[in-house]
């Protein structure tokens, strides 16, 4: 329970959450059992829920409530990222409740509402209920109705109500605008929480700390000393057994629209007033909607899909061969696009995004390459091999920063070799980074909102995107690339018309 002794100015102490439930739909899938439940529990063993928290699922399964505590058991015993503590689990799991029913079944969400308010009653929650819609996008629309129409959706006074809804927000403009008009007229904007697990590690909100906190960086944050940015998010797997999602959504819509373009405005962003959710969305917004294409989408954007080839020494096959994709499906594995910010710090400036399965390795960075420097002596020197300096912020796995920098090798002669300097969240801190989820799925519990898209933001995502995927629409199939590779020869030909070439990671 919150500290009425606590000083809220001392930001050293944790926040916890108050009294409260979490009614979590979708419970059979993969994300809850490996990341959402695993996640309720760390946050549950670190102290941060309160001993009236309260985890109902709801799911089409004929389940007993003791079915699903094994079923959370189970998850927290194999994912879970704190150690199993036996008195944590007890005093969770007597919170644990389960509702049979499917989505379209008013009378399965009557159930749900009074499950919700015998937990008010018998476990003390308050009335403070969050609705996490861990679904398929086609089926938000219906379950926020049904929320509605239940009165599960409607607080009474001095509580509230939240409904959190996973990416994607929509698969286009029109769409993220339909989605919105609908949430919008169940829950108020502030009840509204738009998961983008990717703001919730703890690198992505280190960028803030790192550009505004560091002298060392803001000054030479621009055009005058950055040639380019390169935003890259990298996986060495393929689609597994998502292909009844994937295929129709490709890489771009996937990756790009939400997780890359956020990762883009929050490198590119002026320092806001405060480190509050209102100040940190309007300098995003700012830049997305100042974020411009190249008038040829040919020449300044790529697409591909895996074919067969190598994997961690395994054999793999392609895209094309994935059970449930069709032989002639058009969905982008790789998608990669340069997006320019002709503002007064960024002018001149490209931004590559690029995104793509099955790819060299699994890693997320973004990395700024800096225009090399003005003397040519070092180029002249024979055995000197002097790049761009670049700064690179590992967002996962082994989150930290790397410097690389030109140092002289030893020895008489004045050659230059490029060197770097590391630092890793692991080496220079005793306690784990939390999971994105566990930071995430508390801040919704807190009411505290700075990581969470608004609707506005992503609608200015997609219409960045939106022209980028009509023209892929009149352009036939992509270019293939072998698993294992970086991608299809069109990406690197992409950069090479601008002088430039991708990173390896």
Known sequence: ???????PRDRRLPRIAGSCGLVMFGVTGDLARKKLMPAV???????????AFALTGFARRDWEREDFQQVVHDSVKQYARTPFREETWKQLSEGIRFVQGTFDDPEAFATLRKTVEDLDRERGTGGNHAFYLSIPPSA??????????????APKEDTWRRVVIEKPFGHDLESANELNDIVSEVFPADSVFRID??????????LLALRFANQLFEPIWNSQYIDHVQITMAEDIGIGGRAGYYDGIGAARDVIQNHLLQLMALTAMEEPATFEASDLRTEKEKVLRAATLPADLGENTARGQYSAGWRGGEQVGG?????????????????????????RRWAGTPFYLRAGKRLGRRVTEIA?????APSPYFQKVEGSDVGNNALVIRVQPDEGVTLRFGSKVPGTAMEV??????????????????EAYERLILDVLLGDPPLFPRHE???????????ITSFWATQGQPDQYRSGTWGPASADAMLARDGRVWRRP
Do not use: C
């Open 1 to 7: 329970m919150n500290n009425p002794l606590r000083d």
């Open 197 to 206: 697990h990717y703001l919730g590690k703890e690198t992505v909100q280190n």
């Open 457 to 467: 933001e992503v609608a200015l995502s997609w219409q960045i995107l939106d022209p």
């Open 319 to 343: 895209f094309l061969d994935e059970d449930g994709i069709a032989a002639d499906s058009g969905t982008e594995t790789y998608a990669a696009i340069r997006v320019d910010i002709p503002n």
């Open 140 to 153: 938000f629309p219906q379950v926020i109705r049904q929320l509605r129409d239940s009165g599960l959706s």
């Open 41 to 51: 529990y760390d946050l549950a063993n670190r102290g941060l829920l309160p001993p």
């Open 417 to 434: 070799r490029d060197v770097t300097m590391d630092f890793a969240y692991g080496n220079s801190f005793t306690e784990t980074s939390p």
């Open 368 to 372: 700024l390459v800096f225009k090399k």
